[in-house]
């Protein structure tokens, strides 16, 4: 038993910090990118 619990805090804290560590863009980050992704398109 105490190894389940064990094993969902590990499995908590290790999704809880892969999430909270990914970068969010913004809108003009991602603007940018299409931009970006057509430029090439056309070259």
């Known amino acids: 038993m105490k190894k389940l619990a064990y094993t ?3 499995l908590f804290t290790m999704a809880t910090v892969f999430t909270g ?3 969010e863009k913004s809108a003009g980050d991602a603007i940018e ?3 970006d ?3 090439d398109a056309v070259d």
């Open 8 to 10: 969902f805090i590990v």
């Open 21 to 23: 560590c990914r970068e």
């Open 37 to 39: 992704d057509i430029e």
């Open 33 to 35: 990118d299409v931009a």
